[in-house]
């Protein structure tokens, strides 16, 4: 028995001495592997993204967002089963099997993203699957509400969640959250689980943009651009508005366009602002600058004739035709009629040097400084190095390339009485409980044309849309003023110019005797007819027609009856809105009369007829059309309804 014990307690003594051996070589000898290797499996301090600043439009509207969204990633060294893991997930997460496997295999690593920022659906899957080794982690995601509205100046962001092109890529500093570092631990059954006392580093969201953008002019601008590009089969186009006062950008459209949602699933040509970033030869809508700096040189008066050689000049040896055979036009119908011919001979009589004085001045030959990134300065030969032609082709917009922007920045000088300003986009930065920070404001940065010579030229540009090329650009109730173009396109490889490819433009402003708006309406390669006082012009008086009764800008002329029996309504001074007036009835299977209804009782009122209703403005509808009574048959068809505080 005595030897049996003692049996027992020496086997117990070698045990305990092997096992104590045994700790000893674990917890001392291999202690910084084995803890090494503790840290790898049980934690990881992983990098999470806050939300963005948000971007609002002038009026609050929000263009651009964060949201909450959760990303996959995975612990290769707790995957059970590489194969079937990477099976189950890549048919939920739409992923090549073959390389998720080989990831998920990689027992080496401890974390790798599977995929980043899903749907809140395919999160859900992910959840339910329950993988070993696979986790969920909440993470920002931009979002863009509107879709593709604006999209060009605002850019978009990749999923690392910088900012890549527009705005989100020039104001990244400010608009991008600083990111905050948080320990992911794992418990014993192999569950990862995020405790609020292990953030290392607390994240900082970004600060806020306030735009001068209106969603609504913005919305009207992008709608009737997509129209005019469709029914004239151009290849794209540009408009432009801005508050000639001030230098604000109310809106800047280009068309095509993309959803920045989506934008690795368009070619970047699409993803592109044109409107800083492409140049072109204006044509004559240039011919403002030509006559701005014959008037400044004193060499000229809108009275002062010149012959305009019956259709063409020949100068150098080089015959320059123009549109149409002129004989002997004044300045003023030279502007009007936009005689090439005409433009050359004010060109010659301001002189090269005070020419190109002129265009300088205005602010061509460099960027204007807006707020968005890679704006191009366009093309402008310095002087010494111009040929003897170069006055004459530039003094009717050949052989200088300017970009939208800069021309409409030039129109606005004109409107608002010889100022050149900086034009803006970003008004403030910051909000949702911080100050607002202003940015954005009225800078002068030349004084072109004298006051005397802006009045001449207001007068002309009104004569182009009373009587000249532009007058599909005239507005009813407004004195709309401005400058039609059609420049031919460079050929390729710089060669002349393509005979059948043309730019179309109209540049102008309203109302006349205080310009509100300054617009440009750009389209590339329109066909079959190409002129901008065909095809641009009636897109500018579209647009500034109801961009103006949206602004509230009172009638310079008294409107015209819509249908016969048209009423008014004006709001009490400092009362309250009176109750609409009840619409007068009509034969059933016409239009309904929607007069001084609200917005949202005028769509309940015409989707109930099947109609589909285009609201332009805020308050209560002042205008229709068509007009009440008028016959329709088919489902869908649309009701435009201006609406106007005035009408409550």
């Not at 949602?261 to 030509?290: I, Q, W």
């Not at 701005?292 to 060499?299: D, F, V």
């Not at 009840?582 to 309904?592: D, F, N, S």
Request: hydrophobic share 40%; aromatic share 6%; net charge neutral.
């Amino acid at each position: 028995m005595n030897r049996r014990v003692l049996l027992l307690l020496a086997l117990g003594a070698l045990w305990f001495g092997a096992l104590a051996c045994r700790l000893c070589d674990l917890q001392i000898r291999h202690h910084d592997t084995y803890r090494q290797r503790a840290e790898r499996q049980q934690n990881r301090v992983v990098e999470l993204t806050p939300p963005r600043g948000t971007i609002y439009d002038r009026r609050g509207h929000e263009l651009a967002v964060s949201v909450e969204v959760e990303s996959v990633a995975a612990d290769p060294s707790q995957v059970v089963d590489a194969a079937a893991t990477a099976a189950a997930l890549a048919e939920v997460l739409d992923l090549d099997v073959r390389e998720l496997g080989e990831d998920l295999a990689d027992g080496e690593r401890v974390f790798t993203w599977v995929k980043r920022k899903l749907e809140p659906p395919q999160a859900e899957e992910v959840r339910e699957l329950a993988l070993p080794g696979i986790f969920l982690l909440p993470e920002s995601k931009r979002y863009y509400p509107l879709g593709s509205l604006a999209a060009p100046v605002l850019g978009h962001v990749g999923l690392d969640n910088s900012g890549l092109a527009g705005l989100e890529y020039l104001y990244e500093q400010v608009v991008a959250s600083k990111p905050g570092k948080r320990r992911v631990l794992r418990d014993a059954h192999r569950g990862t689980v995020l405790y609020p006392h292990l953030v290392i580093s607390e994240a900082e969201p970004g600060k806020d943009l306030h735009l001068t953008l209106d969603v609504t002019l913005q919305h009207l601008v992008e709608r009737e651009l997509a129209a005019a590009v469709a029914r004239t089969q151009a290849r794209g186009g540009i408009v432009i508005m801005i508050d000639p006062q001030d230098g604000a950008i109310l809106a800047m459209a280009s068309y095509p366009t993309f959803d920045p949602n989506r934008f690795y699933e368009y070619r970047e040509e699409r993803r592109r602002n044109p409107a800083v970033m492409d140049a072109y030869e204006p044509g004559s809508t240039f011919k403002l600058v030509t006559v701005a700096a014959a008037l400044e040189a004193g060499a000229v008066d809108p009275s002062h004739v010149f012959d305009c050689e019956r259709g063409g000049i020949t100068l150098a040896g080089v015959r320059i035709n123009d549109h149409q055979s002129f004989g002997k036009l004044t300045v003023h119908q030279i502007i009007t009629r936009s005689s090439n011919v005409g433009a050359i001979k004010l060109g010659a009589a301001a002189g090269a040097e005070h020419l190109f004085a002129t265009i300088t001045a205005f602010g061509f030959g460099r960027r204007t400084g807006i707020d968005l990134p890679s704006e191009s300065s366009g093309i402008l030969r310095p002087a010494e190095r111009w040929s003897p032609l170069s006055p004459a082709y530039i003094s009717f917009g050949q052989g200088i390339s300017v970009t939208a922007l800069q021309l409409v920045n030039a129109f606005a000088a004109i409107a608002n009485g010889g100022c050149l300003l900086k034009p803006y986009i970003v008004a403030s930065i910051g909000g949702d409980g911080t100050p607002r920070e202003t940015i954005g404001k009225r800078q002068v940065v030349g004084l072109p044309i004298s006051p005397s010579s802006v009045r001449q030229i207001r007068e002309m540009l009104e004569g182009v849309v009373l009587t000249g090329t532009g007058k599909p650009a005239a507005v009813p109730a407004y004195r709309v003023a401005g400058k039609t173009g059609t420049a031919q396109k460079v050929a390729p490889r710089g060669r002349g110019y393509a005979a059948n490819k043309h730019v179309a433009s109209f540049v102008g402003f309203a109302p006349f005797e205080r310009p509100a708006l300054v617009g440009a309406v750009i389209l590339d390669e329109p066909r079959p007819l190409y002129h901008g006082g065909e095809v641009a012009a009636p897109v500018f008086a579209a647009i500034v027609g109801r961009a103006l009764l949206y602004l509230g800008i009172a009638p310079e002329r008294p409107q015209p009856e819509l249908w016969p029996g048209q009423r008014t309504a004006r709001l009490p001074r400092g009362g309250t809105s009176p109750e609409p007036a009840r619409p007068a009835a009509v034969p059933a299977g016409t239009v309904p009369e929607f007069f001084g209804l609200s917005a949202r009782q005028a769509l309940r009122r015409a989707s109930a007829l099947g109609l589909r209703p285009a609201l332009n403005g805020h308050g209560a509808v002042a205008r229709q059309r068509p007009p009440p009574g008028t016959p329709f048959e088919a489902s869908g068809q649309e009701v435009e309804l201006w609406l106007s505080t005035e009408a409550m």
